[in-house]
């Protein structure tokens, strides 16, 4: 071939990044509904496919080989994690996926570095690329340290780095500096080096003292960083599909980060500064917590008795329903119950679990009805009319200091109000606190009993009991 | 591939003040386009976007053609294989979890 082929300019590899970006914005705008997200999904995948045929028009394209084994390898690890993973371990594969992702970019910028000869004197295609590098690397780091908490590598609980913030704020000034000289005519690759050892450092310290109950913010804010710094990317390399896809991805983040840090009624800064529970304020609210009350313990026949003459039962699930995988046991249980004439429902608060949606999915996949799911605002105001509400694994979205105690570390925090139903059965493993390391004045209500034990075994009990009534 | 195909194209870049008005509108589209989407779906949300964002493999492509010293290729090899995991992973986990609720109805 000669000529330049007309598949080869510039312009029809645009267009092509235009009909891929308008796929992919097709697509998500189908995942707002159950009944068309399927198609959705697939629709931007679609545009996936076209975004990188278009890519390979490229003139000049080469390396084939290397592009080979990459994608190979790619797809050899893609295709199992994604058919193996369990739902309840959603959390920690979003997390690492969007570790992933911020690595590619931050090794691409690296790579770009080297390509210039370390001349990023070009402001357009330099600022860009130390951004990348800054966000990327910090959201590859964080997330993997938000991984390994989750998969409990390394302990849920807020780890406490001594400097805190300042450090940080240290290493971010180091890595920035580091860019500037670079940006300013330095061509060092130690330099370019430096940013990502800084940042490295910083996504590391950055998410190791947030505790696993802030977990759903911190997730967000990673997809947020890995999108905005893939658009960065597409800036430096003149990428309108990466500038797109990016920043709708980048949007999506800031969204859930932000609903997030609204459903535990903190501000997003005081989330990712972090050492929620591990603090002094957790501290100072246990002695006055639930020492001061008797817990009242019942059995899997006495629950089940419970549960067999109420009207309206509401199962509050979370994240003890993930950890000890019940929610198929739970789903069984809700059938018995609705034979008995029994209506049950479901509430989930938005920041149950430790990623948004988290419920929803588990929920979804032992075939609970879409529309026994509730959300918050809509459950809060029948829990006066429900007989018995059915506590599984969750704890701080339940806890009345929330509403009533300003001294609480979680005060103003919106939580389901369970405590207004004629009685509680709360399952748990064991009277210790939960994540955030509260007390919750809940269990030593008078009207709440606890069923101790692994959630998905005394779930089966009840339901066995309720078939022997 | 020949030489005079990459003089012809490696033309000019698009300004950058246009590449800024798309990355500005591109932000506005994806706040009003997620925001529609429900609490239920936030889970499938996060993986599709995952998938999506593994766009940067064509960061990792676009960078591979013109790449020539070993090290450079290595990392490059990494960052691809990433966006692949991205793209592929992302897309089929969120499909598996869509799936579940459209059973439903």
């Keep these: 071939m000669l000529a330049t082929s007309f598949y080869q300019e510039t312009a029809f590899i645009n267009a092509l990044y235009i009909v891929a970006f308008t796929l992919f914005i097709v697509g998500l705008s189908q995942v707002t509904s159950p009944l068309t997200a399927v198609r959705g999904n697939r629709i931007a995948g679609y545009g996936m496919v076209v975004a990188i045929v278009a890519t390979f028009l490229y003139p000049g394209a080469g390396n084939w080989v290397l592009i080979a084994i990459g994608l190979i390898v790619g797809t050899a690890i893609g295709i199992p994690s994604a058919r193996q993973v369990k739902m309840t371990a959603m959390p920690q594969m979003v997390a690492l996926f969007n570790g992933v992702g911020?690595?590619?970019?931050?090794?691409?910028?690296?790579?770009?570095?080297?390509?210039?000869?370390?001349?990023?004197?070009?402001?357009?295609?330099?600022?860009?690329?130390?951004?990348?590098?800054?966000?990327?690397?910090?959201?590859?780091?964080?997330?993997?340290?938000?991984?390994?908490?989750?998969?409990?590598?390394?302990?849920?609980?807020?780890?406490?780095?001594?400097?805190?913030?300042?450090?940080?704020?240290?290493?971010?000034?180091?890595?920035?500096?580091?860019?500037?000289?670079?940006?300013?005519?330095?061509?060092?690759?130690?330099?370019?080096?430096?940013?990502?050892?800084?940042?490295?450092?910083?996504?590391?310290?950055?998410?190791?003292?947030?505790?696993?109950?802030?977990?759903p913010v911190v997730i967000s804010t990673l997809n947020a960083f890995t999108g905005l710094s893939a658009a960065a990317a597409g800036i430096a390399l003149d990428n309108t599909a990466l500038i797109v896809a990016g920043m709708i991805v980048g949007a999506s983040g800031t969204i859930l980060t932000d609903q997030m840090a609204k459903a535990m009624n903190r501000t997003i800064p005081s989330v990712l500064l972090g050492g929620f529970g591990g603090g002094d304020a957790a501290a100072a609210a246990g002695p006055t917590g639930a020492e001061g009350g008797t817990v009242r313990s019942t059995s899997a026949a006495d629950a089940a008795i419970q549960l067999a003459y109420a009207r309206q039962v509401v199962v509050v699930p979370g994240y003890g329903m993930a950890v000890s995988q019940a929610q198929h046991a739970v789903r069984e249980m809700s059938k018995v119950l609705e034979e008995k004439g029994v209506e049950v429902k479901f509430a989930i608060h938005p920041v149950a679990g430790r990623m948004p949606g988290h419920m929803n999915v588990l929920l979804a996949e032992a075939d609970v009805p879409y529309d026994q799911l509730k959300e918050m605002d809509e459950i809060n105001g029948e829990f006066g009319r429900t007989d018995v509400s059915l506590v599984i694994g969750a704890n701080d979205v339940t806890n009345p200091d929330a509403r009533s105690k300003p001294d609480s570390p979680i005060y103003g925090m919106p939580i389901l109000n369970v405590d207004e139903s004629s009685s509680v059965i709360v399952l748990k493993r064991s009277m210790s606190s939960g994540f955030a390391g509260i007390d919750n004045p809940l269990f030593v209500n008078p009207k709440t009993a606890m069923l101790f034990g692994d959630a998905k075994g005394s779930i089966t009990d009840i339901t066995a009991e309720l078939g022997n009534l | 591939m020949d030489f005079l195909t990459l003089a012809s194209t490696s033309a000019e870049r698009t300004p950058i003040i246009t590449l800024l008005a798309i990355t500005v509108l591109a932000g506005f589209v994806g706040f009003f386009v997620i925001s529609?989407?429900?609490?239920?779906?936030?889970?499938?949300?996060?993986?599709?976007?995952?998938?999506?964002?593994?766009?940067?493999?064509?960061?990792?492509?676009?960078?591979?053609?013109?790449?020539?010293?070993?090290?450079?290729?290595?990392?490059?090899?990494?960052?691809?294989?990433f966006g692949m995991i991205n793209i592929v992973g992302g897309f089929l986990v969120t499909d598996r979890m869509l799936e579940m609720f459209k059973k439903k109805d």
Excluded at chain 1, 180 to 189: A, D, F, P, Q, Y
């Design chain 1, 102 to 215: 911020g690595g590619a970019i931050a090794l691409i910028a690296w790579a770009e570095f080297r390509e210039y000869n370390g001349d990023l004197t070009t402001l357009e295609i330099g600022i860009p690329l130390v951004f990348a590098a800054i966000v990327g690397s910090v959201s590859f780091w964080g997330s993997n340290i938000a991984f390994a908490k989750l998969q409990e590598l390394i302990g849920g609980s807020p780890i406490k780095v001594p400097g805190g913030v300042y450090l940080n704020i240290l290493l971010l000034i180091g890595a920035v500096a580091c860019g500037v000289l670079i940006l300013t005519g330095e061509n060092e690759e130690l330099l370019f080096i430096g940013i990502l050892v800084f940042s490295a450092i910083l996504g590391n310290l950055f998410v190791l003292p947030i505790g696993g109950a802030d977990m």
């Design chain 2, 36 to 81: 529609k989407v429900p609490n239920t779906l936030h889970t499938p949300l996060m993986s599709a976007t995952n998938a999506i964002h593994g766009i940067v493999l064509l960061g990792g492509l676009i960078a591979m053609f013109g790449a020539d010293d070993a090290l450079t290729k290595a990392m490059l090899v990494v960052a691809i294989a």
